[in-house]
């Protein structure tokens, strides 16, 4: 099979092409990744509490009142769980990445209580991939 010159030009451009798309494709998704994280800390900022382990440990004793700071705060921690998945999906589940990025480990553990019993039973377990899952249960060992 002969390949001419232009054909070979065409498949090396059509290669860069991709690449270059690639690469601006996965930068778009780490900016909005870090936007959304900015949001978050935001919000923890508004309501400091939300991250302060002294609250966030009394979680199971009024998960299920309808006290606006627990109602609140279970919002905040599905934000939280949902960009960690979001994010952990870009980075292919990859521990190291992960970690790097942010204390992915940390932030895991302070919402501990909230994760493993959510007002809803099986919301953790029905609203998130296997990988991310695994990933959670990983870090709670």
């Not at 990025?101 to 302070?110: T, V």
Request: hydrophobic share 35%; proline share 3%.
């Amino acid at each position: 099979m002969d390949l001419t010159s232009a054909a070979i030009a065409t498949l090396i451009s059509s290669g860069v092409a991709s690449a270059v798309a690639y690469f601006l494709n996965h930068s778009q998704r780490l900016r909005t990744l870090n936007e959304q994280l900015d949001n978050i800390l935001k919000i923890s900022i508004q309501y400091p509490y939300l991250e302060n382990p002294k609250f966030t440990s009394t979680w199971l004793a009024h998960k299920d009142s309808d006290d606006e700071l627990y109602l609140r705060y279970e919002n905040y921690c599905t934000l939280v769980f949902n960009f960690m998945e979001r994010l952990s999906k870009h980075h292919h589940f990859n521990a190291e990445k992960l970690e790097r990025h942010l204390n992915l480990k940390g932030w895991i553990r302070i919402h501990k209580d909230c994760w493993e019993n959510p007002s809803l039973p099986f919301e953790n377990a029905d609203g998130y991939c296997a990988e991310f899952k695994s990933l959670i249960d990983k870090y709670l060992k």
